[in-house]
C-alpha cells in the first residue's frame, strides 16, 4: 500500500454537558487502531483521527486527537480530499447537548430532561463529496435487522463498503478482542467468521484493494 493515503477514525466521541460531564458509548478504538496497524505495516500513509481511548495508537502513523463529534468534524474533513481510502470505525454520537453549561449543573428535587440536537453526520458529508477514486467505508452497529440497517447506510451516504456488526452475536461488538462482521457492498454481503480485530482489519483492506482493483481494470 505503499503511497496509498488512508484516513482512518476510531472510538468514541465525548459530547459535553457541563465542565463534569458528558455523553459518550462504550467504544474501545479496537477496531479503528487495528485497520490503522495493518494499513500502515502494509506500508500506507495513515492518518488516525481518535476519540479518547485507554490503549495506545499504533506506530508511524498520524494521530489526530479529538474529543466532540463537531472535532472530528472538523479535524476529517480538514484532510478528506486528499486521502483514497477513508474507513470511518469511529462510534460518533448523533446528538449532543444543545446547551453546554459553563458552570457544574447542580442537581434539584424531581427529574431533569437534557435537550439534545443533532451532530453533523461526517459520513454522510464525505459520501456527498467524494471524489472520482476514492473509496469510503462505513461501519455499522445493530441490535436487529442488521443487513437491511446497515444496507440502506450503504446508499444513503454513497458508500462503497460497511463493516457490519450486530452488539447482540457473541464475539461482535465494542469490547473484545474479537469481531464477527458481515461486509456489505453494492455487490454482494460476505459474511465473516469470529475472528480477531486484527484479522478481521486484514480482510477489510483486502476487500477494499480488491474492488479498487476490480475498478481499476474496468
Ligand atoms: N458517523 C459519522 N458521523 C456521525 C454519525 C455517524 O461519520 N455524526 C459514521 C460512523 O463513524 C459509522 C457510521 O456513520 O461509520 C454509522 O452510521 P450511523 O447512521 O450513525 O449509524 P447509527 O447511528 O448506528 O444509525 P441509527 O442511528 O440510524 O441506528
Known amino acids: 500500500m505503499q503511497g496509498i493515503k488512508v484516513l482512518v ?11 463534569v460531564r458528558f455523553i ?6 479496537k477496531m479503528g487502531y487495528a485497520i490503522a496497524r495493518q494499513a500502515m505495516l502494509r506500508g500506507a500513509d495513515v492518518t488516525l483521527v ?37 474507513v470511518k ?20 428535587d424531581g427529574q431533569m430532561s437534557i435537550e439534545l440536537e443533532r451532530t453533523d453526520d461526517i459520513l454522510k458529508f464525505l459520501g ?6 476514492q473509496f469510503l467505508c462505513g461501519f455499522s452497529m445493530e441490535t436487529r435487522d442488521m443487513l437491511r440497517n446497515s444496507r440502506a447506510k450503504l446508499e444513503k451516504k454513497n458508500l462503497d463498503m460497511v463493516a457490519a456488526n450486530n452488539l447482540k452475536v457473541e464475539g461482535a461488538g465494542f469490547q473484545g478482542d ?3 462482521l458481515t461486509l456489505i457492498t453494492q455487490d454482494e454481503d460476505v459474511s ?20 479498487q482493483k476490480e475498478r481499476e481494470e474496468q
Not at 498520524?62 to 480538514?78: G, L
Not at 446528538?95 to 434539584?108: G, L, T
Not at 456527498?128 to 477514486?133: D, I, L, Q, W
Open 50 to 86: 481518535t476519540g479518547k481511548v485507554a490503549i495506545a495508537p499504533p506506530e508511524f502513523v498520524t494521530v489526530v486527537p479529538v474529543t466532540s463529534a463537531q472535532d472530528m468534524y472538523e479535524a476529517v474533513t480538514s484532510v478528506s480530499n486528499e486521502q483514497d481510502i477513508i
Open 128 to 133: 456527498e463529496h467524494k471524489r472520482a477514486g
Open 178 to 180: 474479537t469481531n464477527v
Open 192 to 211: 465473516l467468521q469470529l475472528m480477531s480485530k486484527e484479522d478481521a482489519a486484514n480482510v477489510i483492506l483486502d476487500k477494499i484493494l480488491s474492488i
Open 24 to 29: 459518550s458509548n462504550h467504544s474501545t478504538g
Open 9 to 19: 477514525t476510531a472510538g468514541p466521541t465525548m459530547e459535553a454537558i457541563d465542565p
Open 89 to 108: 470505525a469511529a462510534a460518533v454520537a448523533d446528538y449532543r447537548p444543545a446547551r453546554i453549561s459553563e458552570e457544574k449543573v447542580k442537581k434539584s
